[in-house]
């Protein structure tokens, strides 16, 4: 074990040299125990290189989808609000096209229920009147065609998890950083994970989170402001995108999750609730989607070669994922701001899988 946490210490400090990313935080835990926690390289690198430290703050990006928006869906489901397969028109406050009525929350949270993508709302600036831009974008989104028909495809969308923070919304009454805040981040005394709105005060310092892109958009370079454009329009966060936070709180989050999957506690959820959202959905021929996280793919898995079936995991766009095999029970996660300075560094393609196979061959899992 020792020999082998040498050569993932070695192998991450080889990906700041070989141009990865600047920095990046590694944390793996085995039995829910923390076993390799590291920090390396840099977390911005102008206007001189400045190191990441273990409580560097980084844009989790689509990390937002399952450590916010789907946590929050879960406790609505757990609770008896919501059930998984009530449709849009129940769901949501307003009227839902004909084309849009029948989707079934299951299929929102499994990227199959026929949205597009993505689409730049933030370059169509919303006209002088509208002063609530979030009311503007979930109005385009609803208006838009569906790209496929619900349940005949799969197709990773943003826009079906902007839907999702007006579902949270209009059944618990509650803004999505309110909700996350007083039934998970508040009890559990996370403060190093937080959505952060752009007219809001931050709760810390610009310098202590890793810098992300020079935007054009913008024309800066961002640090302590999220990343996606989209969500930076709507003020800052939305169901998508937005969430930051350190290795430490994501651990905190996602290892809830493994002890209430693993029936350790019961008391946020009931553990059969955490097992739905973690299991792949089948509803679509070739899926990965579980209920908001994904699973491994036969091949090119960015969890690498061996993760076992049952495992989840996601990513997020800035260069940050999560992985956690349940039955092995191992979790990684690894935090990095590879867009920084630009998002044309794709090179963590490549070099996700292979650290997820030194991980695991670390522990002898391999």
């Known amino acids: 074990m020792d020999n082998g946490i040498h050569n993932l210490s070695a192998f991450l400090?080889?990906?700041v040299s070989e141009g990865v990313y600047p920095g990046g935080v590694l944390l793996v835990a085995h039995r829910g125990i923390p076993v390799f926690f590291e920090a390396v390289g840099h977390r911005t690198l102008t206007p001189r290189p400045r190191p990441v430290?273990?409580?560097?703050?980084?844009d989790l990006a689509s990390l937002t989808k399952p450590l916010a928006t789907t946590l929050a869906l879960m406790k609505l489901v757990d609770s008896g609000n919501i059930a998984l397969d009530q449709p849009l028109q129940a769901l949501l406050p307003v009227p839902?096209?004909?084309?849009?009525?029948?989707?079934p929350l299951r299929a929102l949270l499994s990227h199959c229920a026929g949205f597009e993508p993505w689409r730049p709302f933030y370059r169509n600036a919303a006209p002088p009147s509208v002063t609530d831009k979030k009311a503007w974008v979930r109005k385009q989104v609803l208006d838009i065609p569906l790209q496929y028909p619900p349940l005949s495809a799969s197709l990773y969308s943003d826009l079906g998890f902007m839907v999702l923070e007006w579902v949270i919304e209009a059944r618990s009454g509650t803004l999505l950083p309110d909700?996350?805040?007083?039934?998970f981040l508040g009890p559990l005394s996370l403060e190093d994970i937080f959505f952060r709105h752009i007219h809001g005060p931050s709760p810390f310092e610009a310098a202590r989170f890793a810098t992300t892109e020079e935007c054009p958009w913008r024309n800066r370079m961002m640090q302590g402001m999220v990343h996606d454009e989209n969500a930076y329009f709507v003020g800052g966060y939305s169901g998508h995108a937005g969430l930051f936070g350190t290795a430490e709180a994501v651990y905190a989050l996602v290892n809830l999750l493994r002890q209430h999957y693993g029936r350790e506690r019961d008391d946020f959820f009931a553990p059969r609730t955490v097992k739905t959202f973690f299991s792949r959905q089948k509803l679509v021929s070739g899926s990965t989607w579980a209920l908001g996280w994904d699973t491994p793919s036969e091949s090119g898995s960015s969890s690498g070669r061996h993760f076992s079936k049952e495992t989840v995991g996601h990513l997020g766009f800035t260069g940050t994922s999560i992985w956690m095999d349940l039955v092995r029970d191992v979790m990684v996660i690894f935090l990095t701001n590879r867009i920084h300075p630009t998002r044309k560094n794709e090179k963590i393609r490549q070099f996700r899988p292979l650290l997820h196979d030194r991980v695991m061959e670390a522990l002898a899992l391999g």
């Open 13 to 15: 400090k080889r990906g």
């Open 53 to 58: 430290h273990k409580d560097t703050v980084f």
């Open 96 to 103: 839902v096209p004909e084309d849009k009525q029948e989707i």
């Open 179 to 183: 909700f996350l805040h007083d039934h």
